[in-house]
């Protein structure tokens, strides 16, 4: 009796933490999203000396170009740590902590997002969709990949925390930045929304960031839960007396 429930328990079990890491990353609906998301980021000029920072015993040049200020939903991420990063490693870069890929503007306005298909490579934002009314209605100067950079531990810990789905705000620098670590390495910044390609990716030195709202209510937790009943069933499981048939 008891081995016929742990078996049920673990198929439950297994059931749930596959549907809650299937939604955990779900974007939210429209409805759902702070109106501070509707508006455009703000930049302005800055004129600011270039600064030394060091991260892992690597020295980086940091020259500010713009002040940045950006309200977003989080629609794709990539974490410059993932072992399948190789060029970050290549290239000595652990300034760039995170990229997140965020949407704002006529695209929260309009929920257009919610019909896109969102994905992360080590240094680009890829988005795709079957349905040429989203791709029709989908602001394509309304989202940015954002590299984040920082030599701030907690900084580095909270954007790292961050997931798909999450609202954010942070602010920070548009900069340039650079290394002789080994070889001359430097990566510049898009100054403008309405670039594509090569080189269309904001780089930001930040000063502040939030997470406004998580998203995933309530699978994140509910996948928290799946993988403690899977434990403890499966421990529950082998703790059972062997039983022998005469």
Not at 45 to 70: N, R
Not at 195 to 201: E, I, L, S, V
């Amino acid at each position: 009796m008891i081995r016929s429930l742990l078996k049920w328990l673990v198929i439950a079990s297994l059931v749930l933490l596959g549907v809650s890491l299937w939604r955990m990353h779900a974007l939210p609906p429209a409805t759902e999203l702070s109106s501070s998301l509707l508006e455009e980021p703000i930049q302005t000029p800055l004129k600011q000396a270039a600064f030394s920072v060091e991260s892992h015993g690597i020295t980086y040049q940091v020259q500010p170009l713009y002040h940045y200020d950006l309200t977003g939903l989080v629609v794709s991420k990539h974490d410059a740590n993932t072992w399948w990063d190789y060029l970050h490693r290549e290239w000595n870069d652990s300034l760039n902590i995170v990229d997140l890929c965020v949407v704002w503007g006529n695209n929260v306005r309009s929920g257009s997002y919610a019909d896109i298909n969102f994905s992360s490579g080590q240094f680009t934002c890829n988005f795709s969709t079957n349905s040429n009314e989203a791709f029709a209605a989908f602001d394509q100067t309304a989202i940015s990949n954002n590299h984040l950079l920082t030599d701030n531990p907690q900084l580095a810990k909270l954007m790292r925390s961050v997931q798909v789905g999450d609202q954010i705000h942070f602010r920070g620098q548009l900069a340039e930045y650079s290394h002789h670590h080994g070889f001359a390495f430097k990566r510049g910044t898009s100054i403008t929304r309405t670039d594509t390609g090569n080189g269309a990716c904001e780089t930001v030195f930040i000063e502040s960031f939030d997470i406004l709202r998580t998203g995933g209510k309530p699978w994140r937790s509910l996948c928290w839960i799946a993988g403690l009943m899977l434990l403890f069933s499966l421990i529950a499981w082998f703790m059972q007396p062997v039983r022998f048939n005469d």
